[in-house]
């Protein structure tokens, strides 16, 4: 264990990416900016919380050990580094008071920065700890493996993952696959363009297009997106989630076919970790 220029200790981030991510659902939800980067190190400081903790700690990871993690250069997080630190600090998770209807800023870390010496040092704010310590004692809370979204290459894919994965917690995905319904709101307040994007046309390529094209390229899942209007707007989306083997489904055209490709092997298992 080490400690930083403070005195405070700090412990190894553990990069085993089969680690699980584990969030409150109201987390998960609400607003975010950070960038690509800076998503995926957050990600991995809360994925170093087991489940009977009782406190948030400080945690250090050497430049090598991180770019090796995030699957860049080295040389280039380097060049990187006070970017990442500044966007770390400078932003906010904003989460919905569910008394007041109003969104409350929640700092992420109460520390972020580089030392030479050890390596990029992080602490998350004590004020997030309602929603990452103790989960097991909610009803609602995502979890996944790290895995599943260090290779995604835009935030829009993090977030919508993310959003997927609190909808669709289950153990099985059948071969007939299963619906998700997001709002279009609720996409956008995760995604942070409330203000970006305002023709659907511009949403749909943008944000939904590119999220689902990631997501599918390092994943079993394929999706098929049906928009729901209400009256003349575009509302909600619905995720027709199939596993990749789907043999009624139709890569090119993403349609679902008449006559199957092949023969339909049985459900993929989806393990999930007990938190």
């Not at 980067?37 to 009977?52: E, F, G, L, P, Y």
């Not at 928009?227 to 199939?242: E, L, M, V």
């Amino acid at each position: 264990m080490g400690k930083d220029k403070d005195g405070q200790a700090l412990l190894p981030i553990n990069t085993n990416d089969e680690r699980y991510v584990a969030q409150a659902n109201e987390f998960v939800e609400g607003r975010q900016n950070l960038k690509l980067n800076s998503a995926k190190i957050m990600r991995a400081v809360i994925m170093q919380i087991n489940a009977d903790d009782d406190d948030i700690n400080g945690y250090t990871i050497t430049i090598p050990e991180l770019a090796a993690m995030l699957g860049i250069q080295p040389s280039n997080l380097y060049h990187e580094i006070d970017n990442i630190t500044n966007d770390i600090t400078s932003k906010a998770v904003e989460i919905k008071d569910r008394k007041s209807e109003k969104f409350v800023k929640f700092p992420w870390v109460k520390k972020c920065a580089y030392d030479p010496k050890v390596g990029l040092n992080v602490a998350l704010n004590d004020e997030i700890k309602p929603f990452v310590l103790n989960l097991k004692s909610r009803a609602h809370y995502t979890q996944y493996q790290i895995q599943e979204i260090l290779q995604l290459k835009s935030v829009y894919g993090i977030r919508i993952f993310e959003l997927l994965e609190k909808e669709q917690y289950s153990t099985k995905i059948p071969p007939e696959g299963k619906d998700v319904e997001l709002t279009i709101e609720q996409i956008r307040i995760a995604c942070d363009c409330q203000n970006k994007y305002k023709k659907i046309s511009q949403f749909k390529a943008r944000v939904i297009d590119t999220a689902i094209k990631d997501i599918e390229r390092v994943s079993n899942r394929r999706f098929i997106c049906t928009y729901i209007k209400r009256g003349r707007s575009t509302y909600a989306i619905n995720f027709h989630i199939i596993p990749w083997y789907y043999p009624y489904y139709d890569e090119k055209t993403r349609t679902i076919l008449e006559s199957p490709k092949f023969e339909v092997p049985s459900p993929i298992e989806k393990e999930y970790h007990v938190y």
